[in-house]
C-alpha cells in the first residue's frame, strides 16, 4: 500500500520562503507521476504543480516562477519563494499510477502566509 508523508508547513511572512516535503513509501515511485495540491478553506483543491519520473513538469498559473517541484528517488519536494498571502492553504502530496491512474494522498501540511 502506497503511503505518502508530508513535512515542511509553518507559518512565515509574506515574501518569505518554504520548501515541502513528501516522501513515497509502499511501492516504486518511477511508476507514478507525483504533484502537490492546495486546498484553502470554502475553495476545491486545485493542483500547484506535478512532476513525472523524467522531469517533466506542469504548474498552476498561479505559482509559476515563484515555486519548483523536484524530485530525488522516492522524495518530492516543493519550493515556494516569493510566498503570498493567497498561497496559504492545507497543501497536499499527490501520487498517480501511470498506467492504472490509482491516486494516492498525504494527509496534507498547512502552509499559512502572513501579510
Known amino acids: 500500500q502506497v503511503q505518502l508523508v508530508e513535512s515542511g508547513g509553518g507559518l512565515v511572512q509574506s515574501g518569505g520562503s518554504l520548501t515541502l516535503s513528501c516522501v513515497f513509501y509502499?511501492?516504486?515511485?518511477?511508476?507514478?507521476?507525483m504533484g502537490w495540491y492546495r486546498q484553502a478553506p470554502g475553495v476545491q483543491r486545485e493542483l500547484v504543480a506535478r512532476?513525472?519520473?523524467?522531469?517533466s513538469t506542469d504548474y498552476a498559473d498561479s505559482v509559476k516562477d515563484r515555486f519548483t517541484i523536484s524530485r530525488d528517488k522516492g522524495t518530492v519536494y516543493l519550493q515556494m519563494n516569493s510566498l503570498k498571502p493567497e498561497d496559504t492553504a492545507a497543501y497536499y502530496c499527490?501520487?498517480?499510477?501511470?498506467?492504472?491512474?490509482?491516486?494516492?494522498w498525504g494527509e496534507g501540511t498547512q502552509v499559512t502566509v502572513s501579510s
Open positions: 499527490n501520487s498517480e499510477h501511470v498506467g492504472t491512474r490509482q491516486q494516492y
Open positions: 509502499g511501492g516504486n515511485s518511477a511508476l507514478y507521476v
Open positions: 512532476i513525472t519520473s523524467g522531469g
